[in-house]
C-alpha cells in the first residue's frame, strides 16, 4: 500500500499544500477510493491534519471513501435528463442491479452514483458506464446494456 | 483539384452516440482500398440530435450527413467519396439545396464556435489556418498598449458569458488598475449548470481559442500566470485542453518571452475540479484551486484586487474568452453590430428537453425565446404543446408559454424572474410538472449548498421537504405562503450566487404556475400526469379485451381479471409504475 501511494506523492513537492486535491484524484484514480489509509499516507506527507485532508474531502462530490464494482454506472440526473424521464431510468437501473444510488452491489460487480450533469444534454437521458456513454436509454435499452456487460464475464 | 475531406465530429455527444466507431470504420475502409482523401476528427458540430455527423467536403461543396452509423459510412464513402454521387436521404445541410434541417443552421451566427465542428482540436496548425494566434500576435507586434486592448473589449460591449453578465471590459480595468507584480488569469471552465453543455463543446472543439483569449487578457491586464478550472466529469475537454497548452508552448505562444516580446511571460494550466457546483462561484473556485474547501467568501475584496494567492486576479468564462480573438482581430465592431443596445454580440444556448432539434445553437442577442424554440428548434416533440422553457439552471426560472416573444437579453429575461445564465434552454411540454420541477432544482441547490450561510443550508432543506410534500399528495394550506416566505430570506440572508438565487425557480414558477401548486395541494391532482402519488390508473371496462398483457407485467400483481373479460387494478396494491398503461395494446388503461 505505502509505496503505491508513495510513487503519487513524489510527483507533489510536499510543501505546496494547494496540491492536496490532485493528490487525492491520483489515488482515487489508482485505488478507486480513497481509504483511510492512504488518508492518513498524505496527511503525514503534506504535514496537514487528516481531519482537514477528510474535510476537503467530503466536501467535493467526486471523493468515495468505499471500493467501486468492477463496472461503475452513472446515472445522470441532470435537467434535460430529468424532462425526458431519468427518475425511471434510475429506478430500473436500481431494480436491475439490486443496489440504491451510492451502493456497490455485494458480488462487487457494479456500483451506482448519481451525478449531477455529464453534459451530453442532446442525448439524454444518458446513463454512462466505466466512463462509455449510452444514449437515450430506455427502460428495455437498460436491461439489454446491462446484461452485455454481465455476458462479457 | 483538393483531395476530398471527410470530418467526423467527435467531441463527448458525437462519441457517446457511436461516433468514435463511425471514425474507425471510414479510416479502414481507405486504408483496406488505398483511397485518396483525407479524414479528419472535428469537434461538435452541434446538431445533437443528429449525432453522429459527419461531413464531405468535395470540389462541388460540403455536405452533412446526419445518424450515421457504420453501414450509412460505408455508403457514404461507396457512393459519394468514390463516385461523387450524395447519398441524398442522409444529408442533414448542405449550402446547395434544401433540407428539412436548414433552418436550425440558418439562423445561427457563429463567433465563439466559430471553429467548432471545422478544424481538428487537437492540432494547433488548423487554429492557425483560421486566423488563430493572429489576433495576439497583432497587438504584440503593432505594440498595442494594454489600455487600448481593455478600451477594444469595453467598446465590444460583451458581458459576462457565465450567466453574471458583468461588462468584461470593465473587469479588465479593475485587474488592470491594481497594481502588483504577480496577476492571475483564471478560466471558469466549472460548467456545473444541470442542462448546458455550451462550454464543453468550446474546450472540446476549439481548445486553442480558449487559451490565446486568456492570453490576451494576460497581455492586457500584464497577468503572469494563468488557471483553467475544469470540471473533473469532462475529461476529454480536460485532455484536449491539455494538448492544446503542450502545442502552444511548442511554438513559443506560452511561456516565457512570448512571441519574441521580452519580459512577456504567461503560462497556463488546468486545474480539475472536484464536482462542486458551488465552486463555479468565483471565491469558492479560488478557495478550491488554493487546494481548500470549495467555500465562498465576502466581497469586496473583489479578486481583480486580491483573488488568487490574494493577488490580482481576473476571472471569465470559457464562452467569453473564445470571443476575445475575433473582438481583436475583427474590431469590436464585429462584435456589437448584433445585439440588442445593452447586450451586444451573440450567444450560446444548449438546447435541449422536448424540442425537437436539440443541440447547440449560436444566436444573436435579440431574438425571440420563440423563434429559437420554433424556427431553429423545429419545436416540441411528438407535436405536444409547449407549455414553458427553462432557463438560467438552478439560478434561473421557467419562462411560460405566453412571454414565449420575450427578446433574448440579459434585461429583457431578468425581467422575467429567469436569468440569461450560461446558456441552458431546457424545453417542456404540457406533460411535465411545474412544481416537479421547481422540487428538482430544489433537491440540486440543497445538496449543492455549502452549508456556509444558515439560511441556505437549512432554508433550502425545508423548501424541498414542503415541494416533496405536495408533489407527494400532502401538501398543506399555507404551504405556498410558507414557500414564499422561506424565498425572501434564503435570498436576502446568503453570502453568494447559488443562495441568493437558489429560491429562484420556485419564485417564477408561483408566479406562472400558481394552478399546479393548487391543484396539487387542495385537489391532490397534478395536471400534467408527472407526480405519481397523485395518479390514479383504472381499467376503461369497454375498452378491454381482457388479453391478461398487464396482469402478466405488473410486478406487484395489482391486476386481476379473467381472460378475455375486463380486468380491475387493485388500488391499494398499484405502485404507479405506469408498465400496465405502456403495455396496453388496447388504451384500455386511464390515467386521471
Known amino acids: ?153 | 483539384m483538393e483531395k476530398t475531406q471527410v470530418l467526423v465530429g467527435l467531441a463527448s455527444c458525437g462519441i457517446a452516440a457511436g461516433a468514435g466507431k463511425v471514425y474507425d470504420k471510414i479510416l479502414d475502409i481507405r486504408q483496406a482500398e488505398k483511397l485518396d482523401f483525407s479524414v479528419k476528427r472535428t469537434g461538435c458540430i452541434g446538431m445533437c440530435y443528429r449525432e453522429p455527423l459527419i461531413e464531405v467536403i468535395d470540389a462541388t461543396g460540403s455536405y452533412l450527413y446526419g445518424d450515421v452509423d457504420e453501414n450509412k459510412a460505408l455508403e457514404i464513402v461507396e457512393k459519394h467519396v468514390k463516385s461523387g454521387e450524395p447519398v441524398k436521404e442522409y444529408i442533414v445541410f448542405t449550402d446547395l439545396f434544401k433540407t428539412e434541417d436548414n433552418e436550425f443552421i440558418e439562423g445561427q451566427v457563429k463567433i465563439a464556435l466559430r471553429n467548432c465542428g471545422v478544424i481538428d482540436p487537437e492540432d494547433i496548425n488548423e487554429y492557425e489556418t483560421r486566423g488563430g494566434y493572429k489576433a495576439i500576435s497583432g497587438l504584440v507586434e503593432g505594440k498595442v498598449t494594454p489600455e487600448a486592448v481593455i478600451q477594444n473589449v469595453i467598446d465590444s460591449g460583451i458581458r459576462g458569458r457565465g450567466g453574471g453578465g458583468f461588462p468584461t471590459g470593465t473587469k479588465w480595468k479593475f485587474a488592470y488598475n491594481s497594481k502588483s507584480d504577480v496577476k492571475y488569469i483564471i478560466c471558469n471552465a466549472d460548467e456545473g449548470d444541470p442542462g448546458a453543455f455550451m462550454d464543453r463543446s468550446v474546450l472540446e472543439g476549439d481548445p486553442h481559442s480558449v487559451l490565446e483569449g486568456m492570453t490576451i487578457a494576460a497581455y492586457a491586464i500584464g497577468a503572469s500566470d494563468g488557471v483553467i478550472y475544469c470540471r473533473a466529469e469532462y475529461p476529454l475537454a480536460i485532455k484536449r485542453l491539455n494538448i492544446a497548452i503542450e502545442q502552444s508552448k511548442k511554438k513559443g505562444y506560452l511561456g516565457k518571452n512570448i512571441f519574441g516580446k521580452e519580459g512577456f511571460n504567461f503560462d497556463i494550466y488546468v486545474k480539475e475540479g472536484a464536482g462542486a457546483f458551488v465552486c463555479g462561484e468565483e471565491t469558492a473556485l479560488m478557495a478550491s484551486v488554493e487546494g481548500k474547501r470549495g467555500m465562498p467568501r465576502k466581497r469586496p475584496p473583489f479578486p481583480a484586487v486580491s483573488g488568487l494567492w490574494k493577488q490580482p486576479t481576473n476571472i471569465n468564462n470559457v464562452e467569453t474568452f473564445a470571443n476575445i480573438p475575433s473582438i481583436i482581430l475583427n474590431g469590436p465592431q464585429s462584435f456589437n453590430c448584433y445585439g440588442t443596445e445593452k447586450s451586444k454580440g451573440t450567444k450560446v444556448f444548449a438546447l435541449t428537453g422536448k424540442i425537437k432539434r436539440g443541440g447547440l445553437v449560436e444566436v444573436p442577442m435579440g431574438i425571440t425565446i420563440r423563434e429559437v424554440i420554433f424556427k431553429l428548434g423545429g419545436g416540441i416533440q411528438n407535436n405536444k404543446k409547449f407549455k414553458a422553457v427553462q432557463m438560467g439552471g438552478p439560478s434561473g426560472g421557467c419562462i411560460p408559454e405566453f412571454l414565449a416573444d420575450t427578446i433574448i437579453d440579459y434585461d429583457s429575461v431578468n425581467a422575467t424572474g429567469a436569468i440569461m445564465g450560461s446558456g441552458g434552454m431546457v424545453v417542456m411540454d404540457e406533460t411535465t410538472c411545474m412544481v416537479d420541477m421547481a422540487r428538482f432544482f430544489l433537491d440540486f441547490t440543497q445538496k449543492e449548498s455549502c452549508g456556509k450561510c444558515t439560511f441556505c443550508r437549512i432554508g433550502t432543506k425545508r423548501m424541498l421537504e414542503i415541494l416533496t410534500r405536495i408533489c407527494e399528495g400532502e401538501g398543506k394550506e399555507g404551504d405556498i405562503e410558507m414557500l414564499e416566505e422561506l424565498a425572501v430570506h434564503i435570498k436576502n440572508t446568503s453570502l453568494c450566487g447559488l443562495g441568493q438565487t437558489a429560491p429562484n425557480p420556485v419564485i417564477t414558477s408561483l408566479k406562472y404556475f400558481r394552478n399546479e401548486f393548487e391543484a396539487h395541494i387542495n385537489n391532490k391532482k397534478c395536471p400534467a400526469g408527472t407526480c405519481k402519488k397523485l395518479l390514479t390508473y383504472t381499467v376503461i371496462a369497454d375498452k378491454c379485451t381482457g388479453c391478461t398483457v398487464c396482469a402478466k407485467n405488473c410486478s406487484v400483481n395489482a391486476i386481476s381479471g379473467e381472460r378475455k373479460q375486463p380486468h380491475f387494478i387493485n388500488q391499494d396494491a398499484c405502485i404507479k409504475c405506469g408498465v400496465c398503461y405502456n403495455k396496453c395494446k388496447f388504451e384500455a388503461i386511464s390515467l386521471t
Open chain 1, 1 to 153: 500500500m505505502e509505496t503505491k501511494i508513495q510513487g503519487i506523492l513524489d510527483r507533489y513537492p510536499a510543501e505546496k499544500t494547494e496540491n492536496l486535491i490532485p493528490i487525492l484524484q491520483d489515488i482515487q484514480d489508482h485505488d478507486g477510493f480513497l481509504s483511510q489509509e492512504s488518508v492518513i499516507e498524505v496527511s503525514k506527507y503534506l504535514k496537514m491534519p487528516s481531519s482537514r485532508i477528510f474535510g476537503v474531502a467530503t466536501f467535493y462530490n467526486q471523493f468515495r471513501f468505499t471500493p467501486l464494482g468492477k463496472y461503475h454506472i452513472q446515472v445522470c440526473r441532470g435537467t434535460a435528463c430529468h424532462v425526458l424521464g431519468s427518475v425511471t431510468v434510475l429506478d430500473e437501473v436500481e431494480k436491475n442491479i439490486g443496489v440504491k444510488a451510492g451502493q456497490t452491489s455485494r458480488d462487487g460487480m457494479f456500483s451506482l452514483e448519481v451525478v449531477a450533469c455529464i453534459g451530453a444534454c442532446g442525448l439524454a437521458p444518458v446513463i454512462a458506464i466505466n466512463g462509455n456513454f449510452h444514449a437515450k436509454v430506455t427502460c428495455e435499452s437498460i436491461k439489454e446494456i446491462l446484461d452485455n456487460y454481465r455476458n462479457q464475464e
